[in-house]
C-alpha cells in the first residue's frame, strides 16, 4: 500500500513562517505530480500549489509570492514553505501525488492523499 504522511502543521502568528513536508511511501514505481491542497472549516477544498515531477509549478493566486513548493524525487517528498502567514491561511493541508505504480494489470497511475495537518494563522 502507499501511504502519504505530513508533518510540519501548528500555529504561529500573522507574518511568521511554516513548513511542511509531505513523505511518500510503499509501492511506488514513480510519482508524477505532487501538491498541497487546503480545506478551511465549511469550505471546499482548495488546490494551494502543485509541482510536476520536472520541476514546474502552479499556485493559487492567494498564496502566490508567500509559498514556495518544492520536492526530492530520489526521497518522494515534496515540502510547503509558507511565508507572511495571514489568519486567511488557516485551514487543513492535505499533501497528493500521483503516484505510478507496476502490478500485474500494468502501469497505472493513482491519486493518493495524506490525512492532513492543521495550520493556523493568527490575528
Known amino acids: 500500500q502507499v501511504q502519504l504522511v505530513e508533518s510540519g502543521g501548528g500555529l504561529v502568528r500573522a507574518g511568521g513562517s511554516l513548513t511542511l513536508s509531505c513523505v511518500a511511501s510503499?509501492?511506488?514505481?514513480?510519482?508524477?505530480?505532487m501538491g498541497w491542497y487546503r480545506q478551511a472549516q465549511g469550505k471546499q477544498r482548495e488546490l494551494v500549489a502543485a509541482?510536476?515531477?520536472?520541476?514546474?509549478?502552479t499556485y493559487t493566486d492567494f498564496v502566490k509570492g508567500r509559498f514556495a513548493i518544492s520536492r526530492d524525487n530520489a526521497k518522494n517528498t515534496v515540502d510547503l514553505q509558507m511565508n507572511s502567514l495571514k489568519p486567511g491561511d488557516t485551514a487543513v493541508y492535505f499533501c497528493?501525488?500521483?503516484?505510478?505504480?507496476?502490478?500485474?494489470?500494468?502501469?497505472?497511475?493513482?491519486?493518493?492523499w495524506g490525512r492532513g495537518t492543521q495550520v493556523t494563522g493568527s490575528a
Open positions: 497528493h501525488a500521483e503516484v505510478i505504480r507496476r502490478d500485474p494489470y500494468g502501469v497505472r497511475g493513482v491519486d493518493h
Open positions: 510503499g509501492s511506488i514505481y514513480s510519482i508524477n505530480g
Open positions: 509541482i510536476t515531477r520536472a520541476g514546474s509549478t
